[in-house]
Structures are given as structure tokens and as C-alpha cells.
């Protein structure tokens, strides 16, 4: 069966400080992988998405970006962190074909930046 | 941008009461999708609904997709107090081999026993 495993699942860093949130999916191959950011109380926010190895589509400018270096690694990082950055980080894969579309999210890290 | 509206925001409901979330996209859909968020949790993966004018149900969970595909709307029988959570849409336009999501802006169901 798959998997999909995120961490850490809390983190607290000083604003300017780097980022490395790590997700990686098991049980597949070539799934489509995303981030997306929930702000406290609110909808979901997709950040980057990526379709294969080196491949990242980011969706919205800001602080960070995402690589993906492995089929089933995607990873999103920030070079100096901001306020505005703290969040509920979501990681997710899906399959393209296969009927049932749908995502499978990993359990997420609430980063609070200070 | 493609945008996704979900009503109400938050509804408050006695134990055995309905439910009825609504959700309306700026854009025609290929497919939409419903997720349930957990308080604490990660959204999980209801249903999906992919033809105009489609219904599916899941128990005490009926889903619609509108004839124009732009609108959705999930409806909780006799809510229960492990029905509580955020339930979100999510539509896919375009196809492609994205399958990216554009989530709606969710429904905060709290049921009161």
C-alpha cells in the first residue's frame, strides 16, 4: 500500500532562518506531488506541484520554492524565513490515471515562525 | 484566477440534524473532488465526481455535482459528533497531467450532542 510520510510535524524558527520540510512517498512510482500551506482557520493554498524528477511548477511568488531530486522526495525550502510563513504545510501525492484521482496528504508540519 | 467559494463558512448543528455545504467554481470543472479535515488532522479524500449532473452517496453523505459543473454540494443526513471538521471541495480544470487541485474555501461543521 502507500504511504506518504512528512516531517517534522512541528517546528518553531526564528524569522531569517533557513527551511527544510522533507516528504516521500512509498508504495508508487512517478505520482504527482504538491505542497500546499493552510493559514490557521483557513482554506488550503497550493504552493508548487511537480510531475516528475527536477520537474516544479510553482503556483504563487514568495519566500520559497521546492525541489524534487527523487521520484518520490519532494522538498520545500526557504532560504530566510518570514513571519508570513508560518503554517500548516501539507505535502500530497495523487496518481494521474487510475480512477480514483484523488490526493493523499501527509500529516503536515505547523511551522510557527518567530 | 480560478476561484472556488464554499457556504457557509461555519455551521452549527444539534446531534441529528442535516448538513449542507455548498461550493461554486468561477470555472467549469472536470472533476470535483471532497475532502474531510479533522480538527488537528490532514484533509482526507471523500469522493470524487466527474459527470455533469452526477450523484454519489456514502452512507449518510450525499454528493452532487451541478449540471454546469461549476457547483457541488455535499449533504449529511442525521449528523453524528464524529461528523464535526472542515469539509472541503476541490476542483481540477483543464485536464492534463497536473490533476491540480484548487481547494474551496471549506465549511466548518461543529454538531453539538
Known amino acids: 500500500s502507500q504511504t506518504i510520510h512528512q516531517w517534522p510535524a512541528t517546528l518553531v524558527q526564528p524569522v531569517g532562518s533557513p527551511l527544510s520540510l522533507e516528504c516521500t512517498v512509498e508504495?508508487?512510482?512517478?505520482?504527482?506531488l504538491y505542497w500546499y500551506r493552510q493559514a490557521a482557520g483557513r482554506g488550503l493554498q497550493l504552493l508548487f506541484y511537480?510531475?516528475?524528477?527536477?520537474?516544479i511548477s510553482s503556483e504563487v511568488p514568495q519566500n520559497l520554492s521546492a525541489s524534487r531530486p527523487q521520484d518520490r522526495q519532494f522538498i520545500l525550502s526557504s532560504k530566510k524565513l518570514l513571519l508570513s510563513d508560518s503554517g500548516f504545510y501539507l505535502c500530497?501525492?495523487?496518481?494521474?490515471?487510475?480512477?480514483?484521482?484523488?490526493?493523499?496528504f501527509g500529516s503536515g508540519t505547523r511551522l510557527t515562525v518567530v | 484566477g480560478q476561484q472556488v467559494m464554499q457556504i457557509p463558512q461555519y455551521q452549527h448543528v444539534q446531534e441529528g440534524e442535516d448538513f449542507t455545504t455548498y461550493c461554486n467554481s468561477s470555472?467549469?470543472?472536470?472533476?470535483i473532488q471532497w475532502y474531510k479535515q479533522r480538527p488537528g488532522g490532514h484533509p482526507v479524500f471523500l469522493i470524487q465526481?466527474?459527470?455533469?449532473?452526477e450523484v454519489k452517496k456514502q452512507k449518510r453523505l450525499t454528493f452532487q455535482f451541478g449540471e454546469a459543473k461549476k457547483n457541488s454540494s455535499l449533504h449529511i443526513t442525521a449528523t453524528q459528533t464524529t461528523d464535526v471538521g472542515t469539509y472541503f471541495c476541490a476542483g481540477a480544470s483543464g485536464g492534463g497531467a497536473t490533476n491540480k487541485l484548487i481547494f474551496g474555501t471549506g465549511t466548518l461543521l461543529a454538531v453539538q450532542p
Open positions: 508504495g508508487t512510482s512517478n505520482p504527482n
Open positions: 465526481l466527474v459527470k455533469s449532473g
Open positions: 511537480s510531475v516528475g524528477i527536477g520537474q
Open positions: 500530497a501525492w495523487s496518481r494521474l490515471r487510475g480512477g480514483n484521482y484523488g490526493y493523499t
Open positions: 470555472t467549469t470543472l472536470s472533476n
